[in-house]
């Protein structure tokens, strides 16, 4: 089984900026793509990024430029520095695993970070 913790969620201005880390623990080595999904209130779960267990991001419209995604898997760490925050960058960040190997076909998440941004 893999755990995910996320951090670095908090309070912060208009144009200010976040970086958001999420700890992987547990059979580590059967993780493959990582991502970050958001759930803004009222709203459904969607994806911002992922990046594969090679390291290539990916990233939806509407935050390239702005969010960067990045793992250390010597640290089983994820993170994403989001830049130029916007109100609309409200959310609840949840950090995403996906299976492999043993674990082929499961998915993992986090308890997610809370993204406040002030006008």
């Known amino acids: 089984q893999v755990q995910l913790v996320e951090s670095g969620g908090g309070l912060v201005q208009a144009g200010g900026s976040l970086r958001l880390s999420c700890a992987a623990s547990?059979?580590?080595?059967?993780?493959?793509?990582m991502g970050w999904y958001r759930q803004a209130p009222g709203k459904e779960r969607e994806l911002v990024a992922y990046?594969?267990?090679?390291?290539?991001?990916n990233y939806v419209d509407s935050v390239k430029g702005r969010f960067t995604i990045s793992r250390d898997k010597v640290k089983n760490k994820l993170y994403l520095q989001i830049e130029s925050l916007k109100t609309e960058d409200i959310a609840v960040y949840y950090c995403?695993?996906?299976?492999?190997?043993?674990?082929?076909?499961?998915?993992?998440w986090g308890q997610g970070t809370q993204v406040t941004v002030s006008s």
């Open positions: 990046i594969s267990r090679g390291g290539s991001p």
């Open positions: 547990g059979d580590t080595m059967c993780i493959s793509a």
């Open positions: 995403h695993a996906e299976g492999t190997r043993s674990l082929r076909g499961r998915e993992y």
